[in-house]
Every structure is written in C-alpha cells, then in structure tokens.
C-alpha cells in the first residue's frame, strides 16, 4: 500500500524559509510523476510544483522564483523548499504522487505565515 508522509510544516514570519519533506513507501519511488498542492481556507486545491519521474520540473506562477522542488530517490522523498514566504502561502500542502492511472495524497501539513 502506498503511504505519503509530509513533514516541515510550521508557523513562519513574512520573508521566511520552510522545507517540506514528502517521504513515500511502498510504492517504486522512481516512477512516479510527484508533486506538490495547496489547499487554503474556501479555496480549491492548487498545484504548486511538479517534478516527473524523469525529472522534467513546473511551478504555479505564484511561486516561480522563490520555491524549489526537488527528488532523491535513494531516500524515496521529494522536497519542496520555500523562500520568501508571504501569508499568500499559508495553506495545507499536499504530496502527490502519479503513475499511470493511479493518485496518491499524503495526509498534508499546515504552512501558516504571519505578517
């Protein structure tokens, strides 16, 4: 059964820096397209950044230049590094990981940035 676990959450100041960590199991890591989403309060789920298995990356506009995405596959994790943060950012963030027809969420954890 394939398990997603985000970590790094937290309460952050304005201009501040977060990572999140995705650690995925029983799944072969590798071959999944995976990503990143947010959900903040009364809004929809978003996507933030992708990276697919063969490394190709995409990022939502609002985040272009201040978040990066990133893979390790030995460890079966992706990361998901977050400067300059505004309380724009403040949602719950998701992993994703994507293999042919089939999704897989992690559970989320909170990012909340005051001013």
């Given at each position: 059964q394939v398990q997603l676990v985000e970590s790094g959450g937290g309460l952050v100041q304005t201009g501040g820096s977060l990572r999140l960590s995705c650690a995925a199991s029983g799944t072969i890591f590798s071959i999944n397209d995976m990503g990143w989403y947010r959900q903040?309060?009364?809004?929809?789920?978003?996507?933030?950044?992708?990276i697919t298995s063969g490394g190709r990356i995409n990022y939502a506009d609002s985040v272009k230049g201040r978040f990066t995405i990133?893979?390790?596959?030995?460890?079966?994790?992706?990361y998901l590094?977050?400067?300059s943060l505004t309380p724009e950012d403040t949602a719950v963030y998701?992993?994703?990981?994507?293999?042919?027809?089939?999704?897989?969420?992690?559970?989320?954890?909170?990012?909340?940035?005051s001013t």
């Open positions: 903040a309060p009364g809004k929809q789920r978003e996507l933030v950044a992708y990133s893979r390790d596959n030995a460890k079966n994790t992706m590094r977050m400067n998701y992993c994703n990981a994507h293999y042919r027809f089939f999704d897989y969420w992690g559970q989320g954890t909170q990012v909340t940035v």
